[in-house]
Nanobody
Framework: QVQLVESGGGLVQAGGSLRLSCAAS????????MGWFRQAPGKERQFVAA????????YYADSVKGRFTISRDNAKNTVYLQMNMLKPEDTAVYYC??????????????WGQGTQVTVSS
């Protein structure tokens, strides 16, 4: 079992930045690909970004390319999502996810509880 705890959400003005963190525990962190998803009110959960086990490969949704950066620190068992140039449409609950394979981009095995990000116009 992998436990995931997100932090770093909050209220920010459009054009601002936030950095989300996700602390993992329970299994060897470097054995897991990690991802971020988001869910806006009334909408389905959608993929945002993912990173492979060593951090050498990253994947992004088109809507966040060039604005968001995913990274990980395997020594700290933590994955990050740096969000720049935020837009009101980025408002959502952001979820951390983990999977032993790159299925993390579609159907991850483990989920965090989520952290709210609100971008005001």
């Amino acid at each position: 079992q992998v436990q995931l705890v997100e932090s770093g959400g909050g209220l920010v003005q459009a054009g601002g930045s936030l950095r989300l963190s996700c602390a993992a525990s329970g299994r060897t962190f470097s054995n897991y690909a990690m991802g971020w998803f988001r869910q806006a009110p009334g909408k389905e959960r959608q993929f945002v970004a993912a990173i492979d086990w060593g951090g050498g490969s990253t994947y992004y949704a088109d809507s966040v390319k060039g604005r968001f950066t995913i990274s990980r620190d395997n020594a700290k068992n933590t994955v990050y999502l740096q969000m720049n140039m935020l837009k009101p449409e980025d408002t959502a609950v952001y979820y951390c996810a983990a999977d032993r394979s790159l299925s993390v981009v579609t159907t991850p095995l483990y989920w965090g509880q989520g952290t709210q990000v609100t971008v005001s116009s």
